[in-house]
């Protein structure tokens, strides 16, 4: 039976992206499920009700739950809301996301209301104001709205259909900072999109001393043969870093019998290899400047776990799992610092190759990136094909992206509530 099970999940395709406020905090998070890379919208049906809770608990969010008033955002059919799905998950959290195009039948009608009053968000996927939208926009807490090929006076329109209702806009496919000027001008509530991953480069920032003295710290991780004695001189002199590590080195994601004291303890304890990955993500959390959304080092760290674990599975030569771990580690260095990638790199201790790829340029290691890219914004169709021209097997594929959402989502686990 656990077999089964666990064969379900592997078959599982699924991605989030946040959604956030006007401040850059995250209100949700959407989760994306397909039953098959070649899958073009979500088939939630009975068997999928463990799958939700599976989803919710394990890669919905950082740590064991989800924080306190951030939602979790679901598409649902026209036959599971019938079904009452979702009530599989917490009202509290949960939105259920149905489209526009969606049937207004009565029956529907009526479950949207008890769905409602029993505490879940309600959300109007793909508004526009088509005479069935103005139906189901009555029953709605959220309007989503695509944003990319609307213009000023089309949003207009689709804000004033929803004026005297109390209904939250969430622009969605905002791809770049025109697109969120426009949004947020018009009034729009919340966000979405890529623009928030890779937000508009400030070109007159530089990198300050400190963040200069934190990057060198990676050249000290990465020499071949490591010089312990200086490491721990090294981390020891960053008050910030060293408590960070030993206090994620004393909590339950490790399970050490004694209490960890020091750098050179936990590497005798815990191996070099181990640890040093652990650092890796450390040093870069800790370098997020702190107006940044957390979502940067975490899905920084799910990437870089993601093309490690996927590298390491189809025993890839042009692709060592270690660089690979560095590849995805880095590849959001540009939206945390503000800065032009090329300006980044140079601190750090990489190949050609590698700071190439990190800078757009394309070589061996780009597909892996694109992969990995295609699989955080759920383009299944676009995966599926690029999947099969990398030779690599779907389902394995996604079960290297389930267990580094389970990696990441343990280390940013608050220590401090786990203790």
Not at 51 to 66: H, M
């Amino acid at each position: 039976m656990a077999d089964k099970k666990q064969a379900l999940y592997d078959k599982i395709f699924f991605a989030r992206q946040p959604i956030l406020q006007v401040d850059n905090s995250v209100w949700g998070y959407e989760l994306l499920f397909r039953n098959s890379s070649s899958a073009t919208r979500a088939d939630i049906t009975d068997d999928y009700k463990a799958t939700l809770n599976v989803a919710a608990g394990s890669c919905s969010t950082p740590g064991k739950e989800v924080p306190p008033g951030v939602k979790l955002v679901i598409n649902f059919s026209h036959k599971s809301i019938l079904e009452k799905v979702p009530y599989a998950l917490p009202s509290k959290n949960t939105v259920v996301q149905i489209s526009e195009t969606i049937p207004p039948t009565p029956n529907l009608l009526a479950a949207l209301q008890e769905l409602s009053g029993d505490g879940y968000t309600i959300a109007l996927d793909d508004f526009e104001g088509r005479p069935q939208g103005e139906i189901l926009i009555d029953y709605a807490d959220a309007a989503i709205v695509d944003v990319l090929p609307a213009n000023t006076e089309s949003l207009k329109r689709t804000r004033q259909s929803c004026e005297g209702k109390k209904v939250k806009l969430i622009a969605k496919r905002v791809e770049d900072i025109k697109k969120y000027e426009i949004a947020r001008k018009v009034g729009f509530d919340l966000y979405q999109g890529y623009f928030f991953k890779k937000p508009e480069n400030i070109g007159s920032r530089k990198l300050n001393s400190g963040e200069i003295a934190r990057l060198k710290l990676y050249k000290l991780i990465e020499q071949e043969t490591p010089d312990f004695d200086e490491l721990a001189e090294a981390l020891q002199a960053d008050v910030s870093i060293s408590y960070r590590l030993l206090t994620l080195l004393n909590s339950p994601v490790f399970g050490f019998s004694q209490k960890i004291k020091s750098v050179k303890q936990a590497i005798v304890l815990a191996g070099w290899k181990l640890l040093k990955n652990w650092l890796r993500v450390v040093i870069l959390t800790d370098l997020t400047p702190a107006r940044k959304t957390s979502e940067l080092p975490l899905n920084s760290a799910q990437r870089a776990k993601f093309l490690e674990l996927t590298t390491r599975a189809f025993k890839a030569k042009a692709a060592p799992p270690e660089t690979m771990f560095l590849l995805g580690l880095f590849s959001l260095l540009e939206p945390m610092f503000d800065l032009p990638m090329a300006s980044v790199v140079k601190h750090l201790p990489l190949d050609q190759d590698l700071q190439s790829a990190l800078c757009g340029e394309r070589n061996h290691y780009s597909d892996w990136l694109d992969m990995a890219v295609l699989f955080e914004e759920a383009q299944w169709d676009m995966l599926d094909k690029h999947l099969n021209e990398m030779g690599l097997d779907p389902l394995l594929v996604s079960r290297c992206y389930y267990l580094s959402m389970r990696w990441a989502n343990a280390f940013f686990n608050n220590p401090a509530e786990s203790s």
